[in-house]
């Protein structure tokens, strides 16, 4: 049965192939001809076609059966042009619907977020309602953890583990507890001798672990008790010894002992491969160095000296190396080896400790190398002043073109020697601009002001003439030498001839004024007047120029320069006001105020009707107390210079003389003329009736202000103070509420809100009006340095942190922090928060006095703060402007309202 089968699987074989066949044809092969063939073997055989995927898998009911009806075509150029026609449109298409399928998506994600919301947006709400959780409620909130840890405390057993019976103390035998002598005096353990049995107590019966405790306590203090004197405390080691000890020991390398072995192998083949090559040797002697074999060390670099005779650093490091008796002898054999050699030199030198020693080295130092300039500087430093002009002359020989040996002579030599000298190094050195300016400098110092400014000239043409190029900034630089060196004329003179090289015309008044300033930065004050000079010279006229050089002498000049400048300065420029009040305060200053006066008429006369100027005398005759002439001068001025703030200034003369019904009369004379639209005219009105006690009066007059002067924001804030002080606060949040409607995000008007609900004492209104405040003005310093105070003690560092984030550069804030630091004790903290809040904002008077009651209560340095007070004339501040304008303390000066304003400051 199974040979019936072989043989029908096998009845192929004896037929014939089908038409076409090639034998191995699927397999890639090809027929080929022999003699007996008629032809060649069909090569080309017909493949059958490949069977289309006929799978459900690959059908689609829109397209079809998968795959391309032209996959057996040729892709040309056309079916290229065709298919970016086709990208082409789709993608124009894709643009087309890209805003309509955007939108979609959008509206499709916005849908779905709001039907399936996250846990955070769920509970954000009540997230929100913690803020007014009290500090009670929060401590009285459960504790899951605790919960679930007591849970499975309960249902723990406890548990029992048995000690061996060999811990237990109190079983018997005999056991070693006290130390004798030999031990209390070598320190338990340690051997007392070389040689000497170790003291070993020996142990019998069982461990006993309170025992071992009390013997290891007792063992250390015997150690502590040898460490210290028993008495005083003091150390009893000795320090010689000590040092000893620590110099005795080996230092290590850097790396493990491989490393060291490796390092070794390889320098050593760097010797071999090029023995001549002087950094292996050095290399080499510096490894065994630091593993602690110096001899080994001296050896290699000794034969390094041998293999590299004529490299320098072989032989400063083998000098190095050697003992001080030895490195003579070294360093012999190197200058023998290397005469050439400015370092082995310098460094003979150095090994020398006698003076005379070092200048015979330097002398046969300087018989091999007469041109070394290095060498002929180390040999002159040891002279006297006089064998020095020897040897400098000579150097001068050796070395002509050395600047520095020329300079050097010239100084030690007398002024006719040292021309002498100047002149020979100028010819032999035409291109250096240091030999012109040691020339002038020499001229200054002689007394000879007219030479300096024509050397220099002279030498800047000179070095033209020889080809150099005036770099600008190498000679201002030198300027700035000049003056720190106190030579006055040469740094002016130096500033005046090169000004103005390399600028052009449109930019010199800018360049000239940044270089005054980068003068006055380095301190170089002369050089800033030169310039500043040079710019009055070219621009007479302009009026900054002037201004600027004034405030430059009134800072860092004397009190004549200050005055021959502004002389000068209103000649050029008459009209400028400042300049004349600067001049007449300056007179008024020094107590000339008849000087005073007569420049105030000169400027009268050059600014007819000006009202600085007029202000101005006005304040110098009631400060001097000439109060009828005062009166005078204001009746003169309302006549030719009309202003609201001349009939405030005649008004408020009157108020503060207490003639009130005279400073009414002129006030209600103002507000009915021209001037009915200035709101301190208004103030005033209010403020001298309620002085007088007419709040009725007050009131209509403020009222009548605010209709007419509706962005005045203090006279809002009068009128709402007066309602207050009177008991009608109702009257005074409706007046403020009309004024934050006038005037929006105004952060004074929230702030009195604020403090009349306090003064109500409704605390919880104030907190919520100051949160509305927060709101409308977020980077309000003035809101902020409120709110920090407004929260419990607890919650004030969290609020000031919330405040620097918005208002970081705010003084009010700097200085609230500081306010609070000191609340909390915090000394350093609050000193140097009052330090950063004056530097922000010098004009803060409130600051001050915070810094000074300060310093009077926990500093030393009060004296200093009041001075820097006075110095910096502040005029801001809430407590400060209220002090300093109250009629009762208008003669007062900085430093009596600085007083007044301390007693009001309050630190809580």
């Known amino acids: 049965m199974a040979a019936a089968e072989k043989k029908d699987k096998l009845w192929f074989l004896g037929q014939s192939g089908p038409a076409g066949y090639v034998a191995g044809i699927g397999r890639g092969a090809q027929g080929f001809t022999t003699r007996s063939d008629i032809g060649p073997a069909r090569g080309d055989a017909a493949r059958p076609d490949p069977v289309e995927n006929l799978n459900e898998t690959n059908y689609d009911s829109f397209a079809g059966y998968g795959g391309s009806l032209f996959a057996g ?26 805003d309509h399928r955007e939108r979609r998506i959008e509206q499709e994600l916005e849908k779905y977020r709001r039907e399936r919301p996250k846990i955070q947006q769920q509970f954000s709400d009540l997230k929100r309602s913690l803020a007014d959780v009290s500090t009670a409620e929060w401590a009285n909130l459960p504790d899951v953890a605790d919960i679930g840890k007591k849970s499975k405390k309960a249902k723990r057993q406890e548990r029992f583990t048995p000690v061996p019976d060999s811990l237990m103390p109190g079983q018997g035998g005999q056991q070693h507890t006290t130390l004798d002598t030999r031990q209390q005096k070598y320190g338990g353990l340690q051997t007392p001798a070389p040689g000497t049995q170790t003291l070993m107590p020996s142990y019998t019966g069982d461990l006993d672990l309170g025992e071992i405790g009390r013997a290891r306590n007792t063992m250390i203090g015997v150690r502590l008790d040898q460490a210290s004197d028993s008495v005083t405390g003091q150390t009893v080691v000795d320090p010689k010894g000590y040092l000893t000890d620590l110099n005795s020991l080996t230092p290590s390398a850097g790396g493990n002992i491989g490393d060291v072995k490796k390092g070794r192998v390889l320098l050593g083949a760097v ?146 020697n040292a021309r002498k000298v100047i002149n020979r190094a100028r010819k032999l050195i035409p291109t250096e601009r240091a030999i012109w300016i040691a020339g002038a400098k020499l001229e200054e110092t002689a007394k000879h002001p007219d030479n300096v400014t024509r050397l220099i000239e002279h030498g800047v043409k000179s070095l033209r003439t020889h080809g150099v190029e005036i770099n600008r900034d190498h000679w201002m630089q030198d300027a700035v030498l000049c003056d720190k060196s106190g030579h006055t004329l040469t740094c002016q003179a130096i500033v005046r001839a090169v000004i103005g090289v390399g600028i052009d015309d449109e930019e010199r008044q800018e360049t000239w004024m940044a270089d005054a300033q980068n003068f006055v930065n380095e301190n170089a004050f002369n050089c800033a007047r030169a310039t500043y000079a040079s710019a009055l010279t070219a621009f007479p006229t302009e009026e900054d120029i002037w201004v600027t050089a004034a405030f430059f002498e009134k800072e860092h000049g004397t009190t004549e320069t200050f005055n021959e400048h502004l002389v000068k300065a209103v000649k050029y420029c008459p009209h400028v006001e400042s300049l004349w009040l600067m001049a007449a305060k300056t007179a008024w200053l020094e107590g000339d105020v008849d000087k005073a006066r ?48 001349i009939w405030m200034k005649a008004a408020r003369l009157e108020w503060v003389l207490g003639d009130l019904d005279r400073a009414l009369e002129l006030l209600q004379e103002a507000v009915k003329g021209e001037h009915r639209d200035a709101p301190k005219l208004w103030m005033m009105l209010g403020q001298i009736c309620k002085q007088k006690g007419d709040f009725d ?48 995000q105004i952060p004074e008007l929230w702030l009195e809100s604020v403090r009349i609900e306090i003064k109500a004492g409704d605390l919880p209104v104030a907190n919520a009006t100051m949160a509305k405040a927060m709101q409308d003005c977020p980077t309000s310093g003035l809101l902020w340095s409120e709110a920090i105070f407004m929260e419990p003690k607890p919650r004030r560092k969290t609020k000031s942190i919330d405040a620097l984030k918005k208002c970081e550069n705010d003084a009010r804030v700097l200085l609230a922090v500081a306010k609070y630091f000191l609340s909390d004790r915090k000394i350093k903290k609050a000193r140097s928060w009052f330090n950063r809040t004056i530097k922000l904002e010098p004009s803060l008077g409130d600051a001050w006095a915070a810094y000074y009651k300060f310093e009077l209560m926990y500093g030393k340095d009060a004296a200093q703060v009041r001075a820097h007070c006075c110095a910096a004339d502040p005029n801001h501040g809430e407590i400060w402007q209220r002090i300093a304008k109250d009629p009762a303390n208008w003669q007062l000066k900085t430093e009596d309202v600085l007083e007044l304003v301390k007693d009001q400051i309050s630190f809580e």
């Open 697 to 744: 009066t007050a009131r209509q007059h403020l009222s009548e202000g605010v209709k007419v002067c509706s962005a005045s924001v203090p006279l809002w804030l009068e009128y709402a103070r007066l309602e207050a002080d009177c008991g009608n606060l109702t009257r005074a949040r409706a007046l403020l509420e009309r004024a934050r409607i006038k005037n929006p």
């Open 271 to 416: 010797r071999q491969t090029n023995p001549k090559h002087g950094a292996a040797w050095i290399a080499s002697a510096r490894l065994e160095e630091q593993v602690g074999k110096l001899q080994t060390a001296r050896n290699l670099i000794m034969k390094g000296t041998q293999m590299c005779p004529k490299n320098e650093d072989v032989w400063l490091e083998a000098v190095r190396l050697q003992p001080e008796e030895q490195a003579k002898a070294v360093m012999a054999q190197a200058v023998g080896a290397l005469p050439a050699s400015v370092k082995l030199w310098m460094r003979a030198a150095s090994l020398e400790t006698e003076v005379k020693a070092k200048r015979r080295v330097f002398r046969k130092a300087l018989e091999n190398l007469p041109d070394s300039v290095k060498l002929w500087e180390a040999a002159v430093e040891l002279e006297a002043p006089a064998d020095a002009v020897i040897l400098l002359g000579r150097a001068t020989e050796c070395c002509p073109q050395s600047v520095d040996l020329w300079l050097a002579l010239a100084h030690l030599e007398t002024y006719d």
């Open 73 to 98: 075509g040729r892709y040309d150029e056309e079916d290229k042009e065709a298919d970016a026609i086709y990208d082409m449109i789709d993608k124009r298409q894709d643009e087309r619907r890209k």
């Open 598 to 645: 007569k420049i105030l008429s000169e400027a009268f006369k050059a600014n007819p009707n000006n009202e600085e100027i007029w202000i101005a005398a006005i304040k110098l005759e009631s400060e001097n107390q000439s109060y009828d002439v005062a009166r005078q001068l204001l009746a003169a001025a309302r006549k030719q210079a009309d202003t609201a703030r």
